[in-house]
């Protein structure tokens, strides 16, 4: 079955990177897209971006270019969001989900468990 | 990038169905060609419930329709059961939404079961 296996919590000082994986099984990992969405705590999903197993291709929602990072290593079927000067509103659970494309359009089908990112000094 | 907004909250007793809207208010563009709806409850992770506008993945209960008018789609959870309370988010899909990485979800609804 599909699964998105997550890396777990982190807790980071503000200006220090961190780096969230999702690992995938159940699925050949390069013929689904990975999509990462955010959480803050109590607030609704935003939707960052998405990559593109296939080509390694990143495309980023407004708001998320710069410090966000989407990445890959196709060998162990892994997906990475990297975020780097991390501050206090980066707080948040952070999903991946598979990228599922139907004859009409493209959602997130399958996620992750979520992994909350904690910015605390 | 389209903004969805959803009604904050919607309620109803077990057994009565209730709807959630999710209305496109950019410019007033109304081109999102579909949506899908997920469902999440406190500190899970989203589930897909309808995707297409009006399709229901495998698994998922024929309680949840979904159909879509204009620039405003709407989420119909017939016969409430108290499993249903939980926050519903709609995402639009535009066909190039991936591609310029426009795509977005509403605002959200938390439903409550009374």
């Known amino acids: 079955q599909v699964q998105l296996a997550q890396s777990g919590s982190e807790l980071k000082k503000p200006g220090a990177s961190v780096k969230v994986s999702c690992k995938a099984s159940?699925?050949?990992?390069?013929?689904?897209?990975i999509s990462w969405v955010r959480q803050a705590p109590g607030q609704g999903l935003e939707w960052m971006g998405w990559?593109?197993?296939?080509?390694?291709?990143?495309t980023y929602a407004q708001g998320f270019t710069g410090r966000f990072v989407f990445s890959l290593d196709t060998s162990v079927s892994t997906a990475y969001l990297q975020i780097s000067s991390l501050k206090a509103e980066d707080t948040a659970v952070y999903y991946c989900?598979?990228?599922?494309?139907?004859?009409?359009?493209?959602?997130?089908?399958?996620w992750g468990q979520g992994t909350l990112v904690t910015v605390s000094s | 990038q389209s903004a969805l907004t959803q009604p904050a909250s919607v309620s109803g007793s077990p057994g009565q169905s209730i709807t959630i809207s999710c209305t496109e208010t950019?410019?007033?563009?109304?081109?999102?060609?579909?949506v899908s709806w997920y469902q999440q409850h406190p500190g899970k992770a989203p589930k897909l419930i309808i995707y297409?506008?009006?399709n229901r993945p495998s698994g998922v209960s024929n309680r949840f329709s979904g159909s879509k008018s204009g620039n405003t789609a709407s989420l119909t959870i017939s016969g409430l059961q108290a499993d249903d309370e939980a926050d519903y988010y709609c995402?639009?899909?535009?066909?190039?939404?991936?591609?310029?990485?426009?795509?977005?979800f509403g605002t959200g609804t938390k439903v409550t079961v009374l």
């Open positions: 995402n639009s899909y535009t066909s190039n939404s991936y591609t310029r990485g426009t795509t977005s």
């Open positions: 990559i593109n197993t296939n080509t390694g291709n990143p």
């Open positions: 297409d506008v009006s």
């Open positions: 159940g699925y050949t990992f390069t013929t689904y897209g």
């Open positions: 950019n410019s007033g563009v109304g081109d999102y060609n579909y």
């Open positions: 989900a598979r990228v599922e494309c139907s004859t009409s359009s493209c959602y997130p089908h399958y």
